[in-house]
């Protein structure tokens, strides 16, 4: 899943909030975690493959409505689920 500026932007503040009220705990386990998550050939693998998935997804749906935005709406009508395959509008 392919993250915007202003999903970057509101996961750090979400992010940074969350630390400062829990303290040094939380850094741990944020420390301890991002760490297994790097070493993890599995993880990886794992989110590698769902962006593979989302962009297939996403190419097979364009194809299938010739690009057009408005069929596309009109079958994807969540803007979570859209925005998620990539459609951002």
Do not use: C, V, Y
Not at 7 to 22: C, I, P, R
Not at 57 to 62: A, E
């Amino acid at each position: 899943m392919r993250l915007t500026e202003q999903d970057k932007k509101t996961l750090k503040e979400t992010h940074d909030k969350w630390l400062n009220e829990a303290g040094w705990l939380a850094k741990l386990f944020i420390k301890r975690a991002a760490k297994d998550i790097k070493n993890n050939k599995n993880i990886q693998n794992a989110i590698a493959d769902a962006d593979k998935f989302t962009l297939k997804s996403k190419n097979k749906i364009s194809d299938l409505f010739s690009g057009d935005k408005e069929k596309i709406k009109k079958a994807l009508p969540d803007k979570i689920l859209r925005k998620s395959l990539g459609f951002d509008f």
